[in-house]
């Protein structure tokens, strides 16, 4: 998976490629969230707007990074969630845990 990483001030803004799946590379959003919060970072932004299809991995690493982020007092936002990945993310109820943008990291207020 291809994974675009742009340090805004103190938010970290995470952009992977077409696909969050087991075929493109499973470690790559979960480590670079853990490294980002080894580094201090709090804030993260993982900008879905790229992203076409998830499978049940892709899923389990945004919960994952989800939690981490949460359990060390950061804040981990989901935004650009197209239609296809947002069904998927309802149908597993995550929506109701999730913190789910439709606009892009450009429109968040911290």
Not at 47 to 60: K, N, W
Not at 80 to 107: F, K, Q, W
């Amino acid at each position: 998976m291809h994974l675009t990483q742009i340090m805004d001030k103190d938010v970290l803004i995470l952009a992977p490629g077409q696909k969050l799946t087991a075929a493109e590379g499973k470690e790559d959003l979960s480590e670079a969230v853990h490294a980002a919060l080894g580094l201090g970072v709090r804030k993260i932004v993982l900008d879905c707007s790229s992203v076409e299809f998830i499978d049940s991995l892709g899923v389990g690493q945004i919960v994952a990074s989800f939690v981490s982020t949460r359990n060390l007092g950061g804040r981990l936002i989901l935004c650009g969630i197209g239609s296809r990945i947002a069904l998927v993310l309802r149908m597993a109820n995550l929506h109701l845990v999730l913190d789910m943008r439709e606009t892009g990291p450009e429109d968040i207020i911290w």
